[in-house]
């Protein structure tokens, strides 16, 4: 029996002899599904040599049992006799449940680093992400978009703990994909094209935006002095109990963008949150920010980020590269 790979294409060759049962050829991609199975019985047996995978990847947690032997099912067993299942038993010391469907687990599966694919275990549980989400997120790279804004020690609290909003900083990540508002980059479109596309798709911007989010208002009013005044998005987070404020630019972050900025989050910290909320957070959404702006033109305790946008899935690679630089070899 030959198995080139579980990720991947490839022959899978039963008992050497393709004319006993034939040759199955199959594709397991991160789509979370057995492709171009030519035989009923070759495909249910990559199901349990699946399983077997799963096995092997989260036999650490101990509550996982095999209702067959560990072992792989020999040559004389008929396709399709032997049940594979892979439960849960009630006495496992376990906290980390296998609270996924069984697609959500087959797609994590495709993930190689260890802590990357705990991440975004951890995190599709706790916010009930469907596959399709959980796919997206994956895609989008928020495991390294997340960690770019952290040190060593946070990198690691990602794979083990999930995203844990606490102070504004763990709100943050860049750049803020938008590949779901289906506008081109090469397109000419105003802010107001930006932000009605945004409230088309509230559902997918949220997802975007991270944990705790709640919409508010757009285009929210408030005067000073007789002049009105207009903040483009305003949402809550529940977790931090404040208001987050976001701006949005098309083009290049300019210092009057920040200056502005400033002067809403003063508006909402004195007049509109209690006592009891936290500091109001402002984020300028932009095309381009230059960080050296940023860091003259504000102070270093300001409750004000700049953050880029783009309209695309971004590379894997490229932010796998940029985390590398940006973190090193994070040692457990």
Known sequence: M?????????????????????????????????????????????????????????????????TVSGRLPSPSHQAGTVPFQIVQTLSGQSDRAFSLSWSHYVFLLGIKKVEERSFYEIEAASENWTLRELKRQFQSGLYERLALSRDQDGIRRLAKQGQIVGQPQDLLKEPLVLEFLGLSEQARFSESDLETAIINRIEHFLLELGKGFLFEARQKRFTFDDDHFFVDLVFYNRLLRCYVLIDLKIG???????????????????????????????IVLCKKKHAALVEITLPKDANIHAKEYQLYLPSKEELQQKLAEWAGPVSD
């Not at 991160?30 to 990559?46: E, F, V, Y």
């Not at 900025?261 to 209690?274: C, L, W």
């Open 252 to 282: 290049k972050l300019t210092h009057q963008d920040l200056g502005q900025m400033q002067m809403y989050v003063n508006y909402f910290d004195r007049h509109v949150k209690t006592a009891a909320e936290s500091p109001t957070i402002g």
């Open 2 to 66: 030959v198995i080139p790979g579980l990720i991947g294409a490839g022959n899978l060759l039963l008992n050497g002899d393709s004319h006993d049962v034939g040759i199955c050829n199959f594709k397991l991609t991160h789509r979370g599904s057995l492709q171009t199975i030519r035989n009923p019985q070759c495909k249910s047996i990559m199901r349990r040599y699946i399983c077997r995978y799963v096995y092997l990847a989260y036999r650490e947690r101990g509550p996982i049992v095999q």
